[in-house]
């Protein structure tokens, strides 16, 4: 593998593989991941489970620290607002986003919480537009469609 997305793609096949929401993330500092995760909102009855705070405060835990300065996540979809909100919280320094999410997407695709001058965010967004990271949202919603 020669990029960090390709983890979080192989995290997000984990959730798809529970029936989650495919979508995964990955922590790098220093050119080395510290945290990964996928979504496990139904496996674990919580609303916020999402990839990026799960992803998160396991970073938080390695590092012993809340703050993670100096660190990049990168994320297969868009994060909706709160999980961008964690991601500004946590003073992440670059966020690498796979995909755009055209329902609840809170980067830039809907809304735009990251460059609120109020939230006093560093953080750098980067969007790789990577079409395996569109292939398996869409993949999924449409399957999800077929059975109802």
Not at 33 to 42: G, P, Q, R, T, Y
Not at 92 to 116: K, Q, R, W, Y
Request: one cysteine or more; glycine letters at 6%.
């Amino acid at each position: 593998m020669n990029s960090y997305i390709e983890y979080a793609i192989i995290e997000a096949k984990k959730a798809l593989a529970i029936g989650e929401v495919p979508v995964g993330a990955v922590i790098v500092k220093e050119n080395k991941i510290i945290a990964k995760s996928h979504n496990l909102k139904e496996e674990l009855k919580d609303p916020t489970a999402h990839a990026e705070v799960l992803a998160i405060k396991k970073a938080c835990k390695i590092l012993g620290n809340w703050r993670l300065k100096g660190c990049k996540m990168y994320v297969t979809l868009e994060p909706c607002a709160m999980c961008a909100s964690a991601i500004i919280q946590s003073r992440i320094s670059e966020l690498h986003i796979g995909t755009f999410d055209p329902v609840g997407g809170a980067c830039g695709s809907v809304v735009n919480i990251t460059n609120n001058s109020y939230l006093k965010s560093n953080l750098t967004i980067k969007w790789l537009y990577n079409d395996e990271c569109s292939k398996i949202i869409t993949n999924f919603f449409q399957n999800i469609r077929k059975n109802i």
